[in-house]
């Protein structure tokens, strides 16, 4: 059985610390194997003895403690409120008014174009009358109607207004057909249809 004595692990560990110093490719590996300990030595220490946040009895949420009134201001909140309106303040309820002497043009003029109707009409050209007394909102409705299906030739009288607001107008305008309820609004070209009834 060998005998062990310090002049033994002396010679070992003067082995050990000149190994190094051996040759240049000595040196070079023991200076990457120190470099390379020290870097994961500065990652895992501070993971090791750093605080780690409080965590409360359920999983997945942390705790926070007081930072005694030194922390900064609030984060900004806005967004958790409603979103903004793109009004600024309340539409004004419609009122009435008396009937406006161009929306009953405009509705009288409409009840016309929309009876022209003779054989042989195209659908573009029965629209092409009726495209400056209407919205644009409403024309795209009144291509899908087959002009030669509308059951009325003439206009046999003058327009009724119906309900007359500031911005708005409902007038009935008799037909040899049906009778034509027709809704006028203001826009910012001037008056035009937005909305057509017949009643029998």
Known sequence: MPIRTNRGRAAVYRR???????????????????????????????????EQPQR?????????????????????????????????EPR?????????????????????????????????QWLAGLKPFTTDEFLPTMSTVDPANIPA???TGQPVPVNSLTSSLEAEVPTDGPKLSITVVSTNVGWRVSALDQAG
Do not use: C, Y
Not at 56 to 84: F, Q, Y
Not at 95 to 121: K, L, Y
């Open 153 to 155: 030739t003439r206009v």
């Open 92 to 124: 004004e309820s419609p009122t009435s008014a008396p009937p406006n002497g161009d929306a009953m043009r405009v509705a009288e003029q409409f009840a016309a174009a929309w009876v022209n109707h003779p054989d042989g009409i195209t659908n573009e």
């Open 16 to 50: 050990l610390w000149g190994w190094p110093l051996r040759s240049t490719a000595h040196l070079t590996v023991s200076l990457v194997v120190l470099a390379v300990l020290l870097i994961a030595a500065g990652v895992v220490v501070p993971k090791l003895v750093g």
């Open 56 to 88: 409360t009895g359920r999983a997945g949420e942390i705790s926070v403690t007081p930072d005694d009134g030194k922390a900064g201001p609030p984060p900004n909140r806005a967004s958790s409120g409603p979103l903004p309106t793109r009004l600024s």
